[in-house]
């Protein structure tokens, strides 16, 4: 990853004769490096409870590449906080935000400032502070956000997955709730999260996880290729689906799905192949997602 250093011992053969007589060489300890970056994000909300709103956000940043993000945000008056936990390729990290409402030209802009404490992966440790500027589409309520700062303690080493013999499990993944962030003609941008997955074997589904899924759509029916970011790694699937729209403005998709090569962690080399079903608010572009199948890895 750009920006981060990383050390590398090597062993000599002189190194090693002196190491038989004895002497030893310290490693001094090294200072937490910091490293500015931008992120950006198309979002949309999924589900609303009075001052509640859930949403979700495709996103992009400097360092990690695409990702991500699943927000809690809490409206106060003119303004409101959020948290979210936001997914990549490197790990998951917690962030905090504060923003406010005001009125701009293209619709209502949210300035506020952001921090993040910890995570998963190399976000373990990290630490980060930064300005958050974004603008609200008031008549779609699609958002998009810039947030730029900078991160501390990054730690990019890997843990190996252990090799195990090849199984194959069996799982029902159902209830994702997906919102449509961003359209442009026939291809749409798609973030899910949530849900239940059974059996929920942490080794493989970990703790949280988002999905982002570019649909190109054909009429009344369409292909997607997606990734789901997690805690245990990155999925990369391509499936298939046509959609029936009742008089009620209700989609309902079936279709199917496979793993396809470029996943990492647990999905490395896995393989799987389900079943898809889900129903689309052709009003809203708010609706759910779900998928029975096999993996094999």
Not at 37 to 63: K, L, W
């Amino acid at each position: 990853m750009a920006g981060v250093a990383v050390a590398v011992l090597v062993m000599t053969a002189g190194s090693a004769g002196a190491a038989s007589r004895g002497s030893t060489t310290a490693l001094a300890p090294q200072k937490p490096q910091t490293v500015p970056y931008i992120a950006t994000g198309n979002c949309a909300p999924v589900s609303r409870s009075g001052a509640t709103i859930m949403e979700v956000c495709a996103s992009t940043n400097s360092i990690s590449g695409n990702g991500a993000a699943v927000a809690t945000i809490t409206l106060n008056g003119n303004g409101g906080t959020d948290t979210s936990v936001e997914y990549d390729a490197q790990g998951a990290r917690r962030v905090k935000e504060t923003f406010t409402f005001a009125a701009g030209a293209n619709g209502t802009t949210t300035p506020g400032t952001g921090t993040c404490t910890g995570g998963t992966g190399a976000y373990k440790h990290a630490t980060c502070s930064y300005t958050l500027t974004g603008t609200i589409n008031t008549q779609t309520d699609q958002s998009t956000s810039m947030e730029v700062g900078t991160i501390t303690g990054l730690n990019h080493a890997t843990t190996a997955v252990a090799p195990q013999q090849p199984h194959t499990i069996s799982y029902r993944a159902m209830g994702a709730t997906c919102a449509q962030v961003t359209q442009n003609g026939p291809t749409r941008t798609l973030v899910c999260a949530g849900g239940t997955v059974s059996p929920r074997d942490p080794a493989i589904w970990g703790s949280g996880g988002a999905t982002v899924a570019a649909i190109t759509l054909n009429g009344t029916s369409g292909t997607s290729l997606s990734i789901t970011y997690g805690t245990t790694g990155v999925r990369r699937t391509k499936e298939t689906f046509a959609a029936v729209v009742g008089a009620s403005g209700t989609a309902t998709l079936t279709g199917s799905g496979t793993c396809i090569p470029g996943g990492t962690g647990v999905w490395k080399n896995a393989k799987c192949s389900y079943s898809l079903t889900g129903t689309t608010n052709t009003r809203t572009n708010v609706g759910t997602s779900s998928e029975v199948g096999t993996i094999n890895r």
